[in-house]
């Protein structure tokens, strides 16, 4: 550690901020990610063995992931090196790689930690590739958002995805009673000490630095739960992303959609925004909304979801937030319909149910001579060529018979689908008869 404060500039005893001198110098000493770290974990496993590979660590903020970087690094003896996407550019990387190439020339390896990884683009991201197949470098890359949304598919088929988890009302107590037990006990009533803990909203690194501003106070008396939002000039999260009112106001927000009351929608997606979920979040869920409630009574429900999504993409916050609105208001005020989505379940619960039934022999293909005089494909009927452009022939297999999976509704789009379906029914029973 030293190194790193002379390499700053600072004295090994300049002042230093509460959760950096709090920070693990061992990975026994990281709380909340024992999924992820303990002897049978993943890591665990990892180190234990001395193979450490490349990952991705996705989580929130202040959960320990650059301190888990670190410690990876000395556990497994690689020189560990540090960039932030935000900061890097195409001539700083390679600089790194050529580096960690010296290096593993020397037998040393290189663990290089990429803060926010999903900045980078999709270029950049590729440079990591060769370097990680020769072993130059062994990549632990850190992010907030979901990988598989960010990450490049080639840096995902090489690297661990490991989800970290927030830190819950148990590790955040251990952490103030490190930061107490290094300095003094905090100035709290039981009940203002339990609101700062909800303050914090599962963020390690933010608690540190509220208990850093009350350690410097010199209060007569403890303080209660509304001196300390004053003291801090801060209030209480309207709700907990990470337990149960994360769970609660999406849904909320998916029934009223589902209930057709956009204003009631409206109300929950703001609760939402306003109590900091990731817009993101609500984004996907509302392309969900679209599929699962509209389905094809009105088909450019997904469209309007998946464009609010790609609109908040391109804008970001505040203004993209209004895009996920629209999508709301639209899918909210939509003709409903569940049909393909309760056609799709009962055709999965008819699949394994069945097995293995092979298709009817006229629709296999043909390809050799053999399969022809086996009876593959044999009186298949070309639709295009057929009356109406309807042959009427089944294709279930013929030890199943036919089974009707999806009933549209007399709502939207699906008034048309299903007049559709019932004229071919009748033509289908027509054509059996000729």
Known sequence: MSDLFGAAGLEKDAPRPLADRLRPTVLSEVIGQDHLLADEAPLGRMVAARRLGSAILWGPPGVGKTTIARLLADASDLHFEQVSAIFTGVADLRKVFDAAKGRRATGQGTLLFVDEIHRFNRAQQDSFLPHMEDGSIILIGATTENPSFELNAAILSRAQV????????????????????????????????????AMADGDGRFLLNLAEE????????????????????????????????????????????????????????????????????IARRVVRMAIEDVGLADPQAMTQALAAKETY???????????????????????????????????????????????????????????????????????????????GRDYFPEAMGRTRFYDPVERGFERDLRKRLDYWSELRKKRRKE
């Open 313 to 391: 993409d391109f804008l970001g916050s505040p203004e993209g937030e209004l895009a996920i609105a629209q999508a709301v208001v639209y899918i909210a005020t939509a003709p409903k319909s569940n049909a393909a989505y309760a056609a799709y379940k009962a055709a999965m619960r008819a699949a394994g149910e069945t097995g293995s039934l092979d298709p009817p022999m006229h629709i296999l293909n043909a390809p050799t001579t053999m399969m022809k005089n086996m009876g593959y494909g044999k009186d298949y009927a070309y639709d295009h060529d057929a009356p109406d452009g309807f042959s």
């Open 214 to 281: 009350l350690l410097v106070l010199r209060e007569a008396d403890p303080l209660d739960a509304q001196a300390l939002t004053a003291a801090l000039a801060r209030r209480a999260p309207i709700y907990d992303k990470g337990r149960e009112g994360h769970y609660n106001l999406i849904s909320a927000l998916h029934k009223s959609v589902r209930g057709s009351d956009p204003d009631a929608a409206l109300y929950w997606l703001a609760r939402m925004l306003k109590g900091g979920e990731d817009p993101l979040y």
């Open 162 to 197: 490991l989800v970290l988890r927030r830190l819950d009302e148990t590790a955040l107590e251990t952490l103030l009673t490190r930061a107490e037990q290094a300095h003094r006990p905090l100035p709290l009533t039981p009940e203002a000490r339990e609101t700062l803990i």
